[in-house]
């Protein structure tokens, strides 16, 4: 069963635009973490958020997490057509366990 | 370093026939993972393992679904007898107990039962 709920569930942007996608989950978590797909490939780590913090950053990306509200976003700044992808949050319920994806927001990204 | 290694890339079979697919993980990751993800789905936990001892293999369909990671390096996944509803994506993850949650997916096998 898939535990969080990526929203949109598309979106299309402009080269140079920022995108925000966000994610939904049900129960407490210990970590969430993003990946994203390219088309035809496997998964690509991109970020980790513990539960104890509330936002991260790595070079574009910018990820925020409200255990409050059981929910994150992740932002990507100055979108580039690479960044064209299907992104997925995931969450674990302990430091070392399984995690559970969303269904994933496909991003177009045009030039 | 070498990324997880899985193949093949890309299998087409009729129905009721057996298939394998295979996983070499990134080396000293004594994690491994098989998901199976359906179009337009996010991945679906399918066995874990760590090092040789399958630890969560809830969502694993027994009846026609089998899995070993000898050795606990090397995983192969087995279906016999496949069905049409198999047909998806199967992708081997591996990570490091001590190097945190982190996962490195392989690039996916791509199952088509016809």
């Known amino acids: 069963s898939q535990q969080g709920e990526e929203d949109p569930q598309a979106l299309s942007i402009q080269e140079g635009e920022n995108a925000t996608m966000n994610c939904s989950y049900k129960?407490?978590?210990?970590?969430l973490q993003w990946y994203r797909q390219n088309s035809g490939r496997g998964l690509v780590h991109l970020i980790l958020i513990r539960s104890n913090e509330r936002e991260k950053h790595s070079g574009r990306l910018r990820v925020t997490l409200d255990t409050s509200k059981k929910s994150s976003s992740l932002l990507i700044t100055a979108s580039r057509a690479a960044d064209t992808a299907s992104y997925f949050c995931?969450?674990?319920?302990?430091?070392?366990?399984?995690?559970?994806f969303g269904k994933g927001t496909m991003l177009l990204v045009s030039p | 370093e070498a990324g997880v290694v899985q193949s093949p890339r890309y299998k087409i079979i009729e129905k009721k026939q057996p298939v394998a697919f295979w996983c070499n993980p990134i080396s000293g990751h004594n994690t491994l993972y098989w998901y199976r993800q359906n179009l337009g789905q996010g991945p679906e936990l399918l066995i874990r393992?760590?090092?040789?001892?399958?630890?969560?293999d809830s969502q694993l369909p027994k009846d026609r679904f089998s899995a070993e990671r000898l050795k606990g390096v090397d995983s192969t996944l087995k279906i016999q007898p496949a069905e049409l509803g198999d047909s998806a994506v199967y992708l081997c993850?591996?990570?490091?107990?001590?190097?945190?949650?982190?996962?490195?997916f392989g690039p996916g096998t791509r199952l088509t039962v016809t």
């Open positions: 995931a969450t674990g319920y302990s430091g070392y366990s399984t995690l559970t």
């Open positions: 393992y760590e090092n040789e001892e399958a630890v969560d």
């Open positions: 993850a591996s990570s490091f107990f001590e190097g945190g949650p982190e996962q490195y």
């Open positions: 129960t407490s978590i210990n970590n």
